[in-house]
């Protein structure tokens, strides 16, 4: 579920909102549903669901995607089907109606297979021909326009998982003994402790905080962080006010999105869950939910009773604007305060 906090793509017909589709989600859709809502002639989010299997019943996650568009102040929708027809046309129907029941036009309801689409709603021949209308994505001022603004269309979703996959070519070893070494760095650091301090916590939290801010630091300098700085770090985040402290720190910037996506992928497969949620969250923040959604697989296949990870794929899945949220996590040190209005922090 993507929030389109993007640059604007000019959509003028329907070959050009096929073609704005893969750079709205992040990636080209396979046997796919896709709901464009819209607020007069800005498209303002995206949907995408995988079409339901032969014989199942589409209503069920039908209702799901109108849901989930209800929630964006939408004032009017185009629901486009990647797929055979006897895949397509069933989803479609039943999309369209859970939009009915809530009142939302649907502007177009479209079906693309190959490179050609085929309309539901318009019968003129002239331009809906019963063998469909081709279309080129590879010469389309939009595909231009999204690749000018910087935005990416990756293959498939695979692609886009592989962005949070462990990093190819790293020494695992050296990993591992990094990771050996930021225990007994944590084990000195309890020893070390004052008596006032009896479970070093104090301790802990005081290096977590350098820890984040350091690494936040060096990113921003283009600095890459060494095995050693990543595995303190991801070790240190595993207790939750240093994790919550980096979360209180991070936002939709990319500058976020490219620290955390760097450490998740360079973490021992224990320690993920912490840095895969704050990649997750950037992500959501900058309206990059496909992103979001695979960091948060990642998290959830190693712990999945991972509350924040539990969370916010919560939030995803019912297409909650971050925008309603502005704010959310609340921050407790005055410092690092961002520059918005903030709202009570919610319970976790």
């Known amino acids: 579920m993507n929030a389109t906090d993007r640059p604007r793509l000019t959509v003028r017909s329907p070959a050009d909102l096929i073609t704005a589709v893969p750079y709205l989600i992040g990636f080209h859709p396979v046997d796919s549903i896709v709901v464009v809502a819209m607020r007069g002639r800005r498209i303002v989010f995206a949907a995408r669901a995988d079409l339901p299997g032969p014989g199942t019943d589409p209503a069920l996650p039908a209702r799901h995607l109108g849901d989930v568009i209800g929630r964006q102040d939408a004032e009017a929708t185009t629901v486009v089907g990647f797929g055979p027809p006897e895949r397509v ?7 369209r109606s859970a939009l009915a029941d809530l009142g939302l036009p649907v502007l177009d309801a479209l079906r693309v297979t190959g490179r050609r689409y085929w309309s539901y709603l318009c019968e003129a021949p002239d331009c809906c021909p019963a063998d469909g209308t081709s279309y080129d994505p590879d010469a389309s001022q ?3 326009a999204a690749v000018y603004a910087g935005q990416v269309a990756l293959p498939d979703r695979a692609a886009l998982a592989a962005q949070v996959a462990p990093t190819e070519g790293v020494d695992r070893a050296a990993l591992r003994r990094a990771g050996d070494r930021a225990e007994r760095r944590l084990l000195g650091l309890l020893e070390t402790a004052p008596d006032t301090d009896e479970s070093g916590e ?10 984040v801010r350091q690494a936040q630091r060096r ?21 939750l006010p240093v994790r919550d402290h980096a979360w209180e720190r991070t936002d939709g910037r990319e500058e976020d999105i490219a620290l955390w996506s760097e450490v998740l992928r ?5 320690l993920v869950p912490a ?13 990059q939910g496909a992103l979001a959604a695979v960091a948060l697989e990642r998290a959830l296949t190693v712990r999945p009773d991972y509350t924040l990870a539990r969370l916010l794929d919560d939030l995803l899945r019912r297409g909650v604007p971050p925008s309603d949220l502005d704010g959310w996590p609340a921050v407790t040190e005055p410092e690092v305060l961002r520059r918005r209005r903030r709202r009570p922090r ?3």
């Open 266 to 270: 360079r973490s021992e497969e224990e």
């Open 89 to 95: 046309t069933p989803a479609v129907d039943a999309v």
């Open 346 to 348: 919610r319970s976790r």
């Open 202 to 211: 104090r301790a802990i939290r005081r290096a977590g905080t350098t820890a």
């Open 142 to 144: 939009v595909a231009a």
């Open 275 to 287: 840095p895969a949620c704050l990649l997750a969250f950037a992500a959501w923040r900058a309206g």
């Open 219 to 239: 990113h921003r300098r283009g600095d890459r962080l060494t095995d050693d700085e990543v595995a303190w770090l991801t070790l240190l985040l595993t207790h």
